[in-house]
Nanobody, 124 residues
Framework: QVQLVETGGGLVQAGGSLRLSCAAS????????MGWFRQAPGKDREFVAA????????SHADSVKGRFTISRDNAKNTLYLQMNSLKPEDTAVYYC?????????????????WGQGTQVTVSS
């Protein structure tokens, strides 16, 4: 059973930075496409970024493009999300997700495993 544990969330002022990490265990991390999603109170879970198994292909939502960067270290079984120039509207619970087969996806339903989430709060 694949387990995903997110860390690195917290409270930060607008314009600040955070780096989220997602540690994976119980599976072959290097074979999974991975994604970051977020969910604000009262809203649906939304796509943030995704990365292929090798790290050679990435995609980011328009709302975070140029500010957030997804990356992975397969030797450490860890996924990252570097978040810069944070805005109050980035406030949400951030989740990492693993997709067993195929290419990365922006769709919540395409992912097989999810972490428990980490809270990111950006104050104005």
């Amino acid at each position: 059973q694949v387990q995903l544990v997110e860390t690195g969330g917290g409270l930060v002022q607008a314009g600040g930075s955070l780096r989220l990490s997602c540690a994976a265990s119980g599976g072959i991390f290097s074979s999974f496409a991975m994604g970051w999603f977020r969910q604000a109170p009262g809203k649906d879970r939304e796509f943030v970024a995704a990365i292929s198994w090798s790290g050679g292909s990435t995609s980011h939502a328009d709302s975070v493009k140029g500010r957030f960067t997804i990356s992975r270290d397969n030797a450490k079984n860890t996924l990252y999300l570097q978040m810069n120039s944070l805005k109050p509207e980035d406030t949400a619970v951030y989740y990492c997700a693993a997709k067993s087969f195929g290419s990365p996806s922006w769709s919540v339903g395409a992912y097989d495993y999810w972490g428990q989430g980490t809270q990111v709060t950006v104050s104005s």
